[in-house]
């Protein structure tokens, strides 16, 4: 494994390859644990995690016991656990409550990277970086309970923004061949539209090249996501600008989230995926579907996920579709 270090979070080194939470979510204690001592086996020791989910903080913080001077932890502000659910909020108290449960759950008295959850758009950046956010996360960091602020962006412009401000030291982007070629927007649902990629395209956009060139001159550390576009960079029928159809791809974010019903939209664009690339439901598939709490034939078709989604999902008749293929 290769290292790299932040020099603006105590030249702590990492590694170039780090782990998502979305892979842990509704293990059990014993798999979480199986699974993350084996990305240490690899040399894996940097874990980010957007999700507030309580199960996920508690499996955690049980793998890394007695060991957590052995892991960098990437921890996100504004992600909070209401009614069972993922929410981004930017109310304070709430921010507040569910950064004191994420340090208690994992059982530790800070966090490497407190990571300011997903700023996309201009009013939002404001109302972070002029506001109650900004000042608890330099508090935080005066405190000692996060080791550096990060912000995570699609958004090339929104993110100088913020880099700008001399108050980030990580930040976590979408990066890749494709996305690099898109100018700025606030809404990230353009990184996946078709029509982004029908005009030619011409080297790198010039406000992602300089939010590059910026991050190197002011040591902010930048960690990637969306590498592969979800996948669909890695398939030989989409590797090609005219034929990406990133836009309406479930990326099994969560950001979709809450549901007004409860369901777990995510998992259930997982499985009905894993149904339909098979062609059948495989038995496996199927348990894991009726142990979810909600099932897509209680979607009520309000569209709430659907307006909260970065990736212009039609969530409704994936509902739909998954009900027929599992039967409820």
Known sequence: MKYRTIRRCNNIKVSEVAL???????KS?????????RAMELGINFIDMYTSNPDFRNHLGAAIAGRREKIVLQGHICSVWENGQYLRT???????????????????????????????SESDFEEVFHGEIIEYCRQLKAEGKIHAIGLSSHNPIVARK???????????????????????SEDCNDLWAPESYKNQLEGMNPDRKALYELCERENVAIDVMK?????????????HMDKFKFHGNCMYCGHCAPCTVGINVA?????????????????????????????ASECVACRK??????FGVAVVERMEKAAQVFGY
């Open 267 to 295: 998992d259930i664009n997982k499985y009905l995926n894993l149904a339909l690339a098979r062609g059948e439901v495989p038995e496996t598939v199927a348990d894991h579907y009726k142990l979810l709490e909600h099932h």
């Open 90 to 120: 930017r109310n304070l108290e709430k921010t507040k409550a569910a950064f004191e449960d994420q340090l208690k759950r994992i059982g530790t008295d800070f966090i490497d990277i407190g990571m300011i959850h997903y700023v996309d």
């Open 227 to 239: 590498a592969f576009g979800g996948g669909d960079m890695l398939k030989a029928e989409l590797s």
């Open 29 to 37: 204690a014993e798999e979480f644990k199986a699974m993350l001592d």
């Open 20 to 26: 998502g939470c979305e892979g842990f979510l509704g």
């Open 305 to 310: 996920c659907e307006e909260n989604c970065p």
């Open 162 to 184: 913020a880099v700008e401000t001399g108050f980030v030291d990580v930040l976590m982007f979408s990066v890749n061949a494709a996305y690099d070629m898109q100018p700025a």
